[in-house]
C-alpha cells in the first residue's frame, strides 16, 4: 500500500529497505501511498478518539503500534492575543500536551513502531532536546536501547533529564547539532542502529497528523498553519498530509504554510526571501529558542516546496519577540509553552504588524513544546519568588 520515493528524482524503493536518503542522487525520501486503494471514509475517522492513530489508514505501520496515547492535543482560541492583533480567528494548536511535552511524540510513535516491524534492535538520533527526550520515553516503552547525541551545554535541562529518566544512553559532544546529526547518521549507517531523526522518512508521517486534528477541530481547514522551523521536518509533514487528504477528497483546498524561525537561526527565511532553490546553511546558528537552533535543515528541499507551492511564508522574529510572546501567552491566555513554541505566534504577530496578514485569515500556529522543557529560561526572565517571614503582618507588607 505504500513506497518510499525520492523528492528529487523519484527513484523508488521499497518500504521495509532501510535506507534514509536516494542512492541515486542524496536527496531526501518520502513515503508515497497507493491512496485508490484506501478504503476509509470522513464518519469512520470521526467515530474514533482523536489521536495520532485515528488516522492509521494512511501510516505505515501495520499491527499494534508502540504508542503512549499521542496527539489529541487541545486547540485553543487566542482571544485576547487575537483581539490585540485584530485577528479574530487565530488558534494554538498546543503540542505540549503530547505524552513527553512535545510534537515529537507524534512521529516517535510511528518511527519507533515502524523500528520494530523493520526488525532493528537499537534506535539512536541527535537532537536539540525534544527528539531525544521522545525517542528515549517510546524505545523505554519498545523494550529498544536507544542512543542519543546532544550538543554539549545547547540543550534545556528539562529535555536532558527526560533523555536520562527513560534510559537513554547520551552522549554530549562539543559541537553543534549540525555536527550531531552528522556523527549520529554514521554510526547508524555503519553500525546498524535506526535513525530517527527527521531525515527518516516514516518518522515525519506521524507528525503530518497535527494538521488533520487542527481540520477535525476547527471544523474546516484553516487559511493558513504556522510552525516553528529548526530542522524544517514538522512544516514539510504537515503539507504532505495536507495533499493526502485532499487527494483523498476530504479536503477542497490547502493552507498557506507559513515558517517561523529565529533570528539568530534562518536559512529557510533567507530563502525564500531570496528566492533561492537551495538554502545557504547558518555556520553559528545562536537563538535563545534551543528547540530550533539549527543551521542547516535536513527538511529544507521539503519545507520550500510548501511554502511556496501554497503561496505562504517564512519570517524571522528575534528573542525579545519570541520571550516576549512566551510571556504573553502565559499571562494572556494561561498556555505555557517553551521559547520555541512562541515562535509561531510572535511571527504572526510581526507579519500582522506588517500589514502582511488579512484581518479575516483563520490561522492555527502550532505551539510545539511544553513550558516546562527549558524552566532556566523561564526563571531568568521573571522576577524571583519574595521571601518573607512566617508571619501574617510579613505577607501584608509583601503584598502591597
Not at 54 to 81: A, C, D, F, M, N
Request: charged share 20%.
Amino acid at each position: 500500500m505504500y513506497r518510499l520515493v525520492c523528492v528529487h528524482c523519484a527513484a523508488t524503493y521499497a518500504p521495509d529497505q532501510i535506507i534514509y536518503t536516494c542512492k541515486h542522487c542524496g536527496h531526501l525520501l518520502t513515503v508515497e501511498y497507493d491512496l485508490d486503494g484506501i478504503d476509509v471514509s470522513r464518519d469512520e475517522w470521526d467515530r474514533r478518539p482523536l489521536s495520532v492513530w485515528r488516522y492509521r489508514e494512511i501510516l505505515p505501520v501495520q499491527g499494534e503500534p508502540v504508542s503512549l496515547q499521542e496527539g489529541g492535543t487541545p486547540l485553543y482560541h487566542l482571544e485576547k492575543i487575537g483581539k490585540e492583533l485584530g485577528l479574530p480567528e487565530l488558534y494554538a494548536k498546543h503540542e505540549g500536551m503530547n505524552p513527553t511535552g512535545s510534537f515529537k511524540d507524534r512521529g516517535m510513535t510511528v518511527g519507533v513502531s515502524m523500528a520494530r516491524q523493520l526488525g532493528m534492535t537499537s534506535v539512536a538520533c541527535a537532537s536539540t532536546g525534544n527528539t531525544s527526550a521522545s525517542l528515549a520515553a517510546y524505545a523505554a516503552k519498545a523494550s529498544i536501547p536507544c542512543v542519543v547525541l546532544l550538543p554539549a551545554g545547547k540543550v534545556a535541562l528539562g529535555k536532558v533529564a527526560q533523555a536520562l529518566m527513560h534510559g537513554a544512553r547520551v552522549i554530549s559532544i562539543r559541537g553543534n547539532f549540525d555536527r550531531a546529526l552528522e556523527m549520529v547518521h554514521e554510526l547508524c549507517i555503519s553500525h546498524g542502529l535506526y535513525l530517527l531523526n527527521s531525515v527518516n522518512p516514516y518518522r515525519l508521517e506521524g507528525q503530518k497528523t497535527i494538521g488533520f486534528e487542527a481540520i477535525d477541530q476547527l471544523g474546516d481547514v484553516p487559511d493558513r498553519i504556522v510552525l516553528p522551523v529548526g530542522n524544517a521536518g514538522n512544516i514539510s509533514a504537515v503539507y504532505k498530509g495536507l495533499r493526502e487528504l485532499e487527494a483523498l477528497g476530504f479536503i477542497d483546498r490547502l493552507p498557506m504554510m507559513t515558517g517561523i524561525q529565529a533570528a539568530g537561526s534562518q536559512p529557510v527565511v533567507k530563502a525564500i526571501e531570496q528566492n533561492l532553490d537551495e538554502l545557504v546553511p547558518e555556520p553559528a546558528p545562536e537563538t535563545v529558542a534551543t528547540a530550533i537552533r539549527i543551521g542547516a535543515p535536513v527538511n529544507a528541499e521539503k519545507a520550500l516546496v510548501a511554502i511556496r507551492a501554497t503561496g505562504g511564508t517564512a519570517a524571522a522574529v528575534t528573542d525579545d519577540e519570541i520571550l516576549r510572546m512566551q510571556q504573553d501567552l502565559a499571562r494572556m491566555e494561561g498556555i505555557g509553552v517553551e521559547p520555541a513554541s512562541a515562535a509561531s505566534v510572535a511571527g504572526i504577530r510581526k507579519l500582522a504588524e506588517q500589514g502582511l496578514i488579512d484581518k479575516d485569515e483563520r490561522i492555527v500556529c502550532v505551539v510545539t513544546g511544553h513550558l516546562l522543557k527549558d524552566p532556566e529560561t523561564v526563571v531568568q526572565q521573571c522576577e524571583p519568588p519574595i521571601e518573607i517571614d512566617a508571619d501574617l503582618h510579613s505577607l501584608l507588607s509583601a503584598l502591597r
